[in-house]
């Protein structure tokens, strides 16, 4: 009884190709997540097109103002990269606390966009450092912005003869700042309740620009537009971080509760990891 | 008698075999022609079955056997304690989400869980009882015939009534506890083998293959000498594999037999989980009757096990409770009463610690609720109340042997600096921050062995070789926890052999007699005994062999390092060479031991006996910090002190500490199996969480040595005692921190922030 076939291109025109000729596959990149799927046949794809040999998908590169990833770049390799240190810390905090090990090292940053969920730890930093996802495909390729990749939960834009193979972002300079910060149960392995990034340009002790995304309160990663733009122009003050947090607990968030959190904890959380992350990047100490 | 090889530091003598991978599991057995074997399981967790058509099933190329309940040649209904009331197969209804309603084998896994889908049902579907209050009400659904309660123990001491009003305050709390899984690293697999005579032989991760031989004999309608199990080398159990693969067993068995070929199940993370029984969730309603100065007058309680789907050990794992549930304190007047009842959820047994940890959960974290209303510190309030040698316990037992636990309290709040800091963060309550630190103390007394629920009693072969070797076979079985070290370690001690001239037989019911199930941290007194009777037999007639090599001694001959050692005169023989000179002798080199434990009792009626013929005695402190935003506990450290009479191997007991305090941070801050109208929600590591090795903290131990009269060398018991002092310590912490009392577990980030669940 044969469930499936596994074609291995090992150039991206040649996984075009077949993805534009053959319908019904399914991508594998690290397959840390596709793999549980096709065991619990929530898939049952007719082929898998493993994509995990296309070297020209695994690079790390400077591009001017600049950095471009190739999708298949795995958590750990992006984590110990010299270039995302300097250029992105937001994200080199978000692949710390990201999975266990193991899990890091087979898991592709790729994967994580592409499987759009909303707790995935690498999103809401390419969210707040304004990242853009090159999409190809046979005919023809499109640049998307990361907050319009994702759709809800598991669904996105993608298209089913497109891949992704290519993630650039600008790289943080002087007077920007950032924070990750995730709340789970434990101290790995662990899946998000809540999770919060925020970038800013600061000048003068005022927040000349903003950027905050939140994971796992909405059916997607999405943008707290209503703190961004509490906080914009304004000055770095304990008052104006803690109207921003309420703002974002309040109106930003649109959370569920499931078998890991509750509304009004997620809600709560939020705002409270917000203000921890503000206080430490910002040096302020907000009184709650 | 000087210490050879009993108290010495000794890495496992089965560890080169499971870190170079080399061990065999059962999941690793391939045998010639052998099938697949594939479980169809219920779609709900309570309905009659009306009918099952498996044609479509058994048409599918390459299956070879689709049984149900009516293929079944013997009994339909097994259990390991008293009531047995589980079937292999369903017939007439499903009780819950675990149960089957038919087996498969083929070539090809896939081609059996193909077959499986095919399976139709039909069902009369029936409403869903979660909680055991809830099944004991008049109408509530019947899950069994006999009705939804499984057993009630109680416990009766002097006059409750004048306990409380002798008290000056009366303290009442609530207490809930979760469902936790066993998490044994390694899920179920069994494989079953045809054998020439009619009989059939099963290979599998058994914790106690003896029980196993028993139900399969019975549900195969076959004697016990045609039905063979053996244990293979055991992936964790912390008493998880004991019905659960006693039924499995049964399955794979009743495949080999119905296809003349063998079979192998192995289960899946997810089928485990759904499969397989786990610790009871308890409702305990708890009432204490104190004096100004912290003495304890009286102590009422009630409460609920959650038994799940069927009785397994439930009648057992509740009469443990009800032993020890008001703790290790002196209390004159004492009414307990425990109810287990059935529900929809999986069914309940034995899990390391047997019904300790949910008690000591609620005494414990009372015990400080307590304190702090009285204005007195819990170290105080504990020195008070603790039990002391000569004491009588709950059940009206006197502690004749010594009793250690004023020794292991003031050993973990030494090395803690538990009084002061206690004092310290319970004064830093008040202060700001965010981050607030909290230590919180835990004791108890435990009894040893199976104690009055069952016959308890060891036995083994030892058999020296010509070349001064040993192989002992016992049934006492290593499941990770270390009983063939010690096991040769005993060996060694009075034989004065080195561990690589020993070896422990992989377990074969059919070669070594049955010691009881290896269970309730039994295992080194019973073991160790029997060892020591057999070995001391074969010493006797190498040292016969000695005197007419090495010239008679009045001071006895020292066997050391494979040498005999004529003191007096310095001559020395090694064992090889004593061993022909018996054997030359005609004395035999081999023996049978045999340890049968002291008796105990109990009356039913008044829930009064000698419950257990020891106790040993254990304490925690640990150190938490409490994120006051987020809820979130970081445990920092925690001190254990245990008195086991005589640590064997010192490096054993300490791996058991450790492991039982990771478990004991798990249930108290981290686990729990969930369910939705019966149905399973948690049935992986990604959603059931565990503790990774991130989240466990740094752990001193201190063990303390009290030899008991009765035990072999002194050594009493560690496995169990560890898994039921970190949680409530934990708790107690986070009460210290936040001035929160918790009283459910477990003490996720919900409830330390919220102070309960929330509804989800």
Not at chain 2, 231 to 237: A, K, L, P
Not at chain 2, 310 to 324: C, D, G
Not at chain 2, 560 to 581: C, L, Q
């Amino acid at each position: 009884m044969k469930e499936f076939m596994v074609f291995v291109p090992r150039s991206v025109d040649e996984a075009l190709e077949f993805l534009d000729t053959e319908k019904g596959s399914v991508i594998l990149a690290g397959g840390s997540d596709l793999v549980v799927k096709l065991k619990e046949r929530k898939l049952t794809p007719k082929y898998v097109v493993d994509i995990s040999h296309i070297d020209e998908l695994r690079f790390i590169k400077e591009d001017g103002d600049y950095i471009v990833l190739g999708p298949l770049m795995t958590h750990e390799e992006l984590r110990l990269s010299p270039f995302i240190m300097e250029f992105a810390p937001i994200l080199h905090e978000a692949l710390s606390q990201l999975g266990s090990p193991q899990i890091r090292n087979i898991g592709t940053i790729g994967g994580n966009i592409v499987t759009a969920s909303p707790v995935a730890d690498s999103v809401p930093p390419l969210f707040v450092l304004d990242a853009t996802l090159k999409l190809q495909k046979k005919s023809g390729k499109r640049v998307v912005h990361i907050s319009e990749f994702g759709i809800g939960p598991q669904k996105t834009i993608i298209e089913r003869n497109e891949l992704l193979t290519e993630i650039k972002f600008k790289k943080m300079g002087a007077h920007e700042v950032g924070f990750f910060r995730k709340l789970g149960q434990r101290k790995a392995l662990s899946i998000a309740k809540v999770s919060v990034a925020m970038w800013a340009m600061v000048k003068n002790d005022t927040i000349e620009d903003i950027s905050i995304a939140l994971g796992a309160v909405a059916p997607k990663v999405v943008y707290a537009k209503n703190g961004m733009s509490t906080l914009k122009g304004k000055p770095i003050t304990p008052e104006n971080i803690k109207e921003a947090a309420n703002v974002i607990a309040e109106r930003d968030c649109s959370p569920i509760t499931d078998i890991r959190s509750t509304v009004d904890y997620r809600r709560a959380m939020t705002s409270s990891l917000f203000i921890d992350g503000c206080e430490r990047v910002f040096g302020v100490s907000v009184e709650v | 008698m000087s210490a050879w090889a009993v108290g010495k530091r000794t890495p496992r003598i089965d560890s080169i075999g499971k870190v170079t991978g080399k061990a065999i599991y059962a999941d690793d057995i391939k045998l010639p022609g052998m099938l697949y074997g594939k479980v169809v399981r219920t779609k709900y967790p309570h309905a009659k079955i009306l009918n099952i058509d498996i044609s479509e099933a058994k048409r599918v190329k390459g299956v070879e056997a689709v049984l149900t309940a009516k293929d079944i040649p013997g009994v339909n209904r097994v259990g390991v304690a008293i009531t047995k009331d589980q079937p292999i197969i369903a017939d007439d209804k499903v009780r819950y989400m675990g149960d089957a309603l038919a087996i498969i084998a083929a070539h090809d896994l896939r081609t059996a869980q193909f077959a499986a889908s095919l399976i139709k049902v039909e069902y009369e579907v029936l409403p869903v009882i979660e909680d055991p209050e809830e099944a004991l009400f008049e109408a509530s659904v019947k899950i069994h015939d006999k009705g939804n309660l499984i057993c009630h123990h109680k416990v009766r001491k002097g006059n409750i009534d004048a306990g409380f009003s002798e008290a000056d305050i009366i303290v009442e709390r609530k207490f809930e506890t979760q469902m936790v899984e066993h998490s044994y690293i390694e899920p179920e697999s069994a494989i079953a083998e045809p054998l020439d005579d009619g009989g059939v032989r099963v290979f599998g991760c058994m914790q106690n293959i003896y029980t196993s031989r028993r139900i399969l004999a019975q549900v195969l309608n076959l004697p016990m000498n045609k039905v063979v199990c053996v244990q293979t080398t055991m992936g964790g159990s912390f008493g998880g594999k004991d019905d659960a693969m006693n039924i499995l067993a049964c399955r794979v068995a009743l495949l080999a037999l119905a296809t003349g070929k063998p079979v192998k199940i192995t289960y899946t993370r997810d089928e485990s989980m759904i499969d397989s029984y786990k610790r009871h969730p308890y409702k305990m309603y708890y009432r204490v009757g104190l004096k100004n100065d912290g003495t304890i007058t009286a102590a009422e309680i009630k409460i609920y096990a959650n038994g799940g789907a069927y009785a397994s050990m439930s009648e057992f794992v509740t009469w443990r409770s009800v032993v020890h549930a008001t703790g290790p304190y002196r209390i004159p007047n004492v009414s307990t009463d425990i109810y287990a009842a059935y529900t929809n959820l999986n069914y309940t047994g034995a899990m390391r610690g047997f019904g300790s940890p949910q008690i000591a959960l609620a005494y414990e974290t009372l015990m400080d609720e307590c304190a702090e209303k009285l204005g007195i510190h819990p170290y105080e309030i504990r020195k008070k109340n603790l039990l002391r040698t000569g004491d009588t316990t709950a059940t009206g037992q006197v502690l004749d042997g010594k009793v250690s636990l004023n020794e292991v309290v003031d050993a973990v709040c030494e090395a803690s600096d538990f009084i002061n800091k206690y004092t310290e963060y319970k004064n830093n309550r008040a202060r700001p921050g965010i981050r607030k630190r909290g230590i919180g103390l835990a004791c108890s007394y435990r009894g040893v062995s199976l104690g009055a629920e069952g016959v308890d009693y060891g036995t083994c072969f030892l058999k020296l070789e010509e070349d001064g070797t040993l192989i002992i076979s016992i049934g006492i079985t290593d499941m990770g926890q270390g009983a063939r070290t010690v096991q040769a370690q005993f060996a060694a001690e009075i034989l004065g052999l080195t561990l690589d001239r020993i070896s422990v037989l992989d377990i074969n019911t059919s070669r070594a007699p049955d010691s009881g199930p290896t269970v309730a941290s039994r295992g080194t007194l019973i073991s160790g005994n029997a060892i020591t009777n057999a070995a001391q037999k074969i010493r006797r007639n190498l040292e016969l062999a000695c005197e007419q090599l090495i010239g008679k001694t009045s001071s006895g001959f020292i066997f050391e390092n494979n040498m005999i050692i004529n003191p007096e005169n310095g001559r020395a023989v090694s064992i090889k060479d004593a061993a022909a000179k018996a054997i030359k002798m005609r004395l035999p080199i081999h023996a049978e031991g045999f340890y049968p434990a002291p008796q105990t009792s109990w009356d039913e009626a008044t829930g009064q006996g000698l419950a257990y013929f020891t106790y040993v005695y254990g304490a925690n402190v640990a150190e938490v910090e409490v994120d006051m935003e987020t809820g979130k506990v970081n445990v920092l450290k925690v001190w254990a002190s245990h008195e086991v009479g005589k640590a064997v191997n010192p490096e054993g007991v300490e791996g058991q500490i450790y492991g039982g305090i990771a478990m004991g941070l798990g249930l108290g801050i981290l686990e729990e199996f969930e369910f939705k109208n019966g149905v399973p929600q948690t049935t992986n590591f990604d959603e059931y969480l565990i503790p990774t090795s991130m989240d466990i903290p740094e752990i001193e131990c201190r063990i303390v040595e009290n030899p008991d009269p009765i035990g072999p060398f002194g050594a009493k018991s560690i496995g169990e005692p560890t898994n039921e002092l970190a949680a409530p310590a934990i708790l107690n912490a986070i009460f210290n921190a936040t001035g929160k009392r918790i009283s459910e577990t477990p003490a996720n980030l919900e409830v330390v922030l919220l102070g309960h669940k929330l509804k989800r």
